[in-house]
C-alpha cells in the first residue's frame, strides 16, 4: 500500500463508526422484515411527511410572521444523495466544487481507489476538504433533515427505518408499544421538517455564511499549499518544534499533512487562544513558528473576519430553528414522545439544554416577538452581541 492509498484508507477508518452504524441500520432493518412475528406497519413515510410539511407550513409562517416559499419542495433522499447533498454544503468554489462532489461520493460509496485517485489529483483539496468529509458525513445517521435550494431533504434511510427498529428492541408485544413509538416517529418528522422550514426562510443568513465559508476554504487552500510546498529541513524542524508525531522521511506527504492538520487555524487558533478568538480582532503566534512560515501570521489574520462571521451566523441559523421547535412544538404529544422514544430524553431535559443561538433568540424575542426572525435574518448579530444579546438589542 502507498502512501497515498493509506491516506484514503485511514480517511475511511475515522468514518468507521458511522459507516459500522448505517451497516448495523441496514442489517437489523433486514431482520426485521424477515421475522414474521413482527407485523407492525408504519404510515408511509412520503405521505406523512407530505401531510407534516402542510401543517408545519402554516405554523411557522403563524410564529415567524414570514411565509414560506411556495417553491420550497420535500423530497426524500437515499444514504448516497444525502450524503452527496453534504458536499453542496461545504461552499467549495470553482474546481474545488468538483472536486469536493468526488470526493464525498467516492466516501457515499467506500471507493478507496478514487479517493486515492483524487489525493494524487489534488492534495492540496484533500488535506482541506477531507475534514468537511470527517465532520459532515460522520453523523448522517444522527441527521434527519437539510435544506439547499428551495428543498427540504429528509433521510429516507434512516427515518424510513428507526421506527421500526425502535419498536422491534423494545421487544414482543409490539402492538402494546406500537402507539406511542408511532407518535414519536410523527414527532421526529415534525421536528425534522419545522427545522429545515425555518432555515428555509433564512436566505440572508446562507448568502452570508457562504461568502465567509467560501473565504475560509480559500484560505485553507492557500495554507495546505504552503506547507505542501516546505522544504525537508524545514518540515523536520517545523515537526520536532510542534511536538508531533515522528513521520519517516519516505513519507514526505504525511509528514507535511500532519503539519497542515496541527497548523490549520480551525483546529490551531482555537485550541491555543480558545473559543474566546471568536470576539478578537488580533491574533500572535509563536514567533519561531513565523520565522519557519512567514505567510502563517497573515493568513491566520485574514481568517478571523470570515470565521467570525460564520460562527454568528450558523450559531443564529440553529439558535433560530431550536427556538421554533421549543416554542411551537413545545406541548406537541408526538414531539414529547419523540424524545422519549427516540432521543432518551424528556421535555424537561430538553427545555433546560443550554444553546448559546436557541437562548440568544429568545432574548431577541422578549422584546420583538415574530418580528424577531425578519430582524435577525436581515440583521445577524457579531460574535461579541451572541454572548451580550443586550448589546444587539441596543443596536438594533
Known amino acids: 500500500m502507498d502512501e497515498l492509498e493509506e491516506f484514503a484508507v485511514a480517511l475511511m477508518d475515522q468514518l468507521a463508526v458511522e459507516l459500522n452504524e448505517e451497516k448495523e441500520i441496514g442489517t437489523l432493518s433486514t431482520k426485521i422484515k424477515e421475522d414474521q412475528n413482527f407485523t407492525a406497519?408504519?404510515?408511509?413515510?412520503?405521505?406523512?411527511?407530505?401531510?407534516?410539511f402542510s401543517e408545519m407550513t402554516q405554523k411557522v409562517s403563524d410564529f415567524t410572521g414570514i411565509q414560506i416559499s411556495p417553491e420550497l419542495k420535500l423530497e426524500l433522499s437515499d444514504l448516497r444523495d444525502f450524503k452527496k447533498l453534504k458536499a453542496k454544503k461545504v461552499f467549495a468554489i470553482g474546481d474545488a466544487a468538483d472536486f469536493v462532489d468526488g470526493l464525498f461520493d467516492a466516501i457515499a460509496t467506500e471507493n478507496i481507489k478514487q479517493i486515492t485517485s483524487l489525493i494524487e489529483k489534488d492534495t492540496t483539496k484533500f488535506l482541506v476538504y477531507s475534514t468537511y468529509a470527517k465532520a459532515y458525513l460522520s453523523k448522517i445517521s444522527t441527521t434527519?433533515?437539510?435544506?439547499?435550494d428551495s428543498t427540504v431533504y429528509l433521510n429516507k434511510f434512516v427515518l424510513g427505518r428507526y421506527p421500526q427498529i425502535i419498536l422491534y428492541?423494545?421487544?414482543?408485544?409490539?402492538?402494546a408499544k406500537f402507539g406511542i413509538v408511532n407518535s414519536g416517529y410523527t414527532g421526529a418528522l415534525k421536528m425534522a421538517v419545522l427545522e429545515e422550514q425555518i432555515h428555509s426562510i433564512q436566505t440572508n443568513l446562507h448568502e452570508i455564511n457562504k461568502k465567509a465559508v467560501?473565504?475560509?476554504?480559500?484560505l485553507n487552500e492557500t495554507l495546505a499549499k504552503i506547507i505542501l510546498d516546505l522544504d525537508d529541513k524545514t518540515a523536520n524542524n517545523l515537526s520536532e518544534y510542534l511536538q508531533l508525531e515522528p513521520v519517516p522521511d519516505e513519507f514526505p506527504?504525511?509528514?507535511?499533512?500532519?503539519l497542515f492538520f496541527a497548523l490549520n487555524p480551525?483546529?490551531?487558533?482555537?485550541?491555543?487562544?480558545?473559543?474566546?478568538?471568536?470576539?478578537?480582532?488580533k491574533v500572535e503566534i509563536d514567533p519561531k513558528i513565523s520565522d519557519m512560515v512567514p505567510q502563517l501570521l497573515e493568513i491566520y489574520q485574514s481568517w478571523l473576519n470570515p470565521i467570525q462571521s460564520h460562527h454568528a451566523v450558523f450559531t443564529t441559523t440553529e439558535g433560530l430553528a431550536e427556538f421554533a421547535v421549543q416554542n411551537i412544538l413545545n406541548n406537541d404529544a408526538d414531539f414529547q414522545n419523540y424524545l422519549t422514544t427516540f432521543a432518551s430524553?424528556?421535555?424537561?431535559?430538553y427545555q433546560v439544554r443550554k444553546s448559546m443561538g436557541r437562548d440568544f433568540t429568545s432574548s431577541v424575542f422578549q422584546k420583538f416577538g415574530k418580528k424577531t426572525y425578519e430582524i435577525l435574518v436581515q440583521n445577524p448579530p457579531n460574535t461579541r452581541e451572541l454572548k451580550e444579546p443586550q448589546k444587539y438589542l441596543n443596536r438594533v
Do not use: W
Open 144 to 148: 434527519y433533515g437539510d435544506f439547499l
Open 214 to 218: 467560501s473565504q475560509v476554504n480559500a
Open 169 to 175: 428492541k423494545g421487544g414482543p408485544p409490539y402492538d
Open 266 to 281: 480551525d483546529n490551531f487558533i482555537v485550541n491555543v487562544l480558545g473559543p474566546d478568538v471568536m470576539t478578537f480582532t
Open 253 to 258: 506527504t504525511a509528514k507535511r499533512a500532519n
Open 41 to 52: 406497519a408504519f404510515e408511509d413515510l412520503s405521505t406523512l411527511s407530505e401531510k407534516i
Open 345 to 349: 430524553t424528556d421535555i424537561s431535559s
